[in-house]
């Protein structure tokens, strides 16, 4: 289907009204204060070891957020968010889709190295009614937090904010540290209105990417999480946010990071104050409770230079941590190096990739560029096209090296195992995290103001946030043939066109 044309399904092409839009709900609205609780996970139906095998439904169907009230979500097997797949390395799996929502749908496995005809690309969307098994297999070496979230064509955003995404822990088959238990954390973003309808995005929420007023923790609004007696613990935290930028603190403690996106980071960094996780990242924490007072686990407020005069996102508190119960004095002990890294091979290929904002004048041609937040908001009213779906502008163009995303066009192409320098650039005055499929890059350095700082440790990523005007360079490498799709990770900027198709032969 092409973007912005209207699904016959859905009641599209109203704009975000006030009958639409209505009255949001009050943060409290959602009980807070309840026990934390893990996510969900998904059943494995295999029955010999080293298999997984599972079906996720994607439905739409009716949850009670706000007591009373019922909430017409988009979800996995019932579940938001959707079940946590718990896979071991090595495992081989084959997860089936059946598609019971009104329009095409996907599941990409975002960060694992899956095989690019098994990745959810949006060409490969599953029609409403069709289900189709995903297959593929865990490295021996991968390790880590992942997602899983539908990637068709112009429709991620609306899917993922109805509820559509869930976590991926994969278990190393021999883990460094000493044992520390473990939380996985799914952070989730949610716009109710009082009324308990999920709204469509609205003109602001497609221009800077959807924030609602509730940021849930595996499901629950600012649970309370216990401590035990032990005193440490490691969380693995998954932004799965559309938009929202996650700037985690724990005021009175500093975290000490052991992981990235990809898995452990070579060497743990102690002291942290804040963590920045971008839509879409991952990282584990290690939290030291000996000897301290419980606090608030929150995002902080992050500018990220939305536009059209958009207030930024406040300050969020995700979860109430009380360390009353914790009588261990003993430092953990960490071993030097978490995870050995080999020096990268050289780049045999260098690639830019620029993003930026403009506008555009008729069919596709794209003209001026760096918007910013210099648009008035008269000006943006001319950008709205009538029968657009749910708001969506149709003048305003997110752009990869000057072009909005085609299904049907090539825009670099890569040799398999080959090593290549990326150097991606932000050439706007917004925030855009930058994700690639099927793989884990290092980052090399980052430049902004004229300044280029390396890296201060190393690990890996497959999604790096770019602020604006900033420039990162990463090194590198697919190792199999086909499509993979590199793309703007606030959702709506995929869904605009932010987006392009690499070609590995
Ligand atoms: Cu998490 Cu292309 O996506
Ligand atoms: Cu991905
Ligand atoms: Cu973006």
Not at 21 to 50: C, H, M, W, Y
Not at 366 to 383: D, I, L, Q, R, V
Not at 450 to 469: C, I, M, S
Not at 471 to 499: A, N, P, W, Y
């Amino acid at each position: 289907m092409s973007q912005g044309s209207p699904s016959p399904q859905m009641p599209h092409g109203m704009h975000a009204t006030a009958a639409q839009g209505g009255q949001l709900a009050p943060s409290d609205a959602i009980p807070s204060g309840r026990p934390f609780v893990p996510p969900a996970t998904l059943k494995n139906e295999a029955t010999q070891p080293g298999s997984f095998k599972a079906t996720l439904v994607a439905t739409s169907a009716k949850v009670e957020l706000i007591p009373g009230v019922a909430t017409q979500a988009w979800v996995y097997n019932g579940q938001l968010p959707g079940p946590m797949i718990e896979l071991q390395a090595g495992d081989q799996v084959e997860i089936t889709l059946e598609n019971h929502l009104p329009e095409p749908t996907s599941i990409h496995w975002h960060g694992l190295p899956v095989p690019p005809d098994q990745d959810g690309n949006p060409s490969a969307a599953v029609a409403p009614g069709e289900s189709r098994a995903y297959h593929f297999r865990i490295p021996e070496d991968v390790e880590g937090l992942y997602w899983y979230h539908p990637h068709p064509h112009g429709q991620s955003s609306e899917q993922v904010y109805r509820g559509l995404a869930g976590a991926i822990r994969v278990h190393a088959k021999h883990d460094a540290l000493p044992p520390i238990p473990e939380r996985v954390l799914t952070l989730t973003d949610l716009r109710l209105t009082a009324d308990g309808t999920i709204p469509e995005d609205d003109m602001m929420d497609w221009m800077n990417g959807r924030e609602g007023q509730f940021v849930l923790v595996n499901g629950l609004n600012r649970p309370g999480l216990r401590f035990d007696t032990a005193g440490y613990e490691r969380w693995h935290v998954l932004n799965a946010t559309n938009a929202r930028y996650l700037q985690l603190a724990l005021p009175g403690h500093t975290f000490t990071l052991l992981g990235t996106d990809g898995g452990r980071i070579e060497q743990a960094q102690s002291g942290l104050p804040e963590v920045l996780l971008a839509p879409a990242q991952r990282v584990e924490l290690l939290i030291d409770a000996t000897g301290r007072p419980g606090s608030t686990f929150m995002a902080k407020a992050y500018a990220r230079g939305k536009m059209g005069g958009a207030g930024e996102a406040p300050t969020v508190p995700l979860m109430q941590v009380d360390f009353s119960a914790v009588h261990n004095q003993q430092p953990v002990s960490l071993p030097q190096t978490l995870r050995p890294f080999q020096s990268l091979p050289q780049a045999s290929a260098q690639k830019r990739v620029v993003m930026s904002e403009g506008m555009s004048m008729g069919h596709g041609m794209a003209a001026g560029h760096a918007m910013g937040g210099m648009m008035a908001a008269g000006t943006m009213g001319m950008m709205h096209e009538g029968g657009m779906p749910g708001g969506r502008p149709s003048m305003m163009q997110f752009m990869l090296n000057g072009k909005t995303f085609d299904m049907r066009r090539t825009d670099l192409t890569s040799s398999a195992g080959a090593w290549e320098d990326w150097e991606i650039a932000n050439d706007s005055d917004m925030d855009h995290p930058f994700h690639i499929h099927g793989t884990q890059f290092a980052v090399l350095e980052r430049t902004i103001n004229g300044h280029t700082a390396q890296e201060p440790f190393r690990a890996w990523y497959d999604t790096v946030n770019l602020k604006p005007q900033e420039t990162v360079r990463i090194r590198v490498m697919q190792s199999s043939k086909g499509i993979r799709m590199f793309h703007c990770h606030i959702l709506e900027h995929e869904d605009l066109g932010m987006m392009g198709r690499l070609e590995v032969t």
